[in-house]
């Protein structure tokens, strides 16, 4: 097991949420999200930095619709953008090193075995199962892929043409239940009223033309591209997607509802047992045992929950009851957290 520390991220706990229709009818993928099959989806609120409002807002606007039927849980995109590029066009390419957008799926919300999807403006995409986030040991399957996977790409512009009138490149995204199961509660789709949790990332490099083409500029100081930017619908607050804890919840409604969402009280106390989880890896990488009093870990900030903490030489637990008496909330040493 992987004990060393793990950064806590800077933000208070408040993830995004959405609420997720029934589809229309069938989808024709095109690219296009100005069609009568997107019409009654609302858009998420517009994309942010990655860490939060601790950063400028993105220079470009980036915003989603979802909708779901019995068959798929369907994704919309629309990407604000003047220089509309891509060079990858093999599948299970690392997208991101080109301009991509990016959609993650958790669907039972313990943070172990989750979705990762990657698209550019070619229509190339990488699709992979993470066992566990990366701090926790990973690994990624790159051989896992959607089953049934549709993809389209619109450009409102021309591709890998500098000069070019460009507006914006969109994608639509059907991902069949019959594979996001595989990794979901009782192994089934979600029903309505349940919640998954979802993000988003675009991944935005900074670029020039040379010769004619775009170029990734060069920080003169390292001979290396500059840094991407990576803008997101929930902040994370730390720039690393992998903290399933931080993602937004894609609550799925039908004809009855709901018509809202109000965060369910275990998951502020799952919130504290993972800031807990945070420290005790933390107070292991300084002291090269865990802690065995919650104190050392709380300190002086207010808390909801009075944990409990067991310790052996390599591992820990730490529960704390859940909020309608009806048994307790765990975490361990490598993250996975699950009630009992």
Sequence with gaps: MNRSGVPEPKIEFAPKHYICRRAPGPLE???????????GAEWTDDFVDIEGDSRPKPAKRTRVKML??????????????????????ERDS???????????????GDTHLYYEFEINALNTVWDLLLVKPYR??????????????KTAVHIDGELNRPGAANRKWSVEVAMPWASLRECASNGRPPAAGEFWRVNFSRVE????????????VVNPDTGKPYPEDNWVWSPMGIINMHYPELWGYVVFADENGPESFELPPDERVKWELRKLYYRQ???????GTFAKDEKQLMGGDSWSIVPRIETTGKTFLISAPATDGSGRLYIREDGKLWKE
Excluded: S
């Excluded at 993928?29 to 019409?39: H, M």
């Excluded at 670029?207 to 990734?216: C, L, Q």
């Design 136 to 149: 926790d040991g990973g690994p990624p399957v790159n051989g896992w892929d959607i089953r049934g996977l």
């Design 68 to 89: 779901w039927d019995d068959d798929c849980f369907y994704f919309a995109a629309e990407l604000m953008e003047d220089q509309i590029w891509a060079t990858l066009t």
């Design 205 to 216: 490099w900074r670029t020039e033309v040379r010769e004619g083409t775009y170029r990734k």
């Design 29 to 39: 993928l095109d690219g296009r999200v100005d069609k009568p099959f997107w019409a």
């Design 94 to 108: 690392v997208i991101f090193h080109d301009n991509d957008f990016e959609i993650f799926i958790d669907p039972d």
């Design 281 to 287: 890896r933390n107070y292991f990488e300084a002291n």
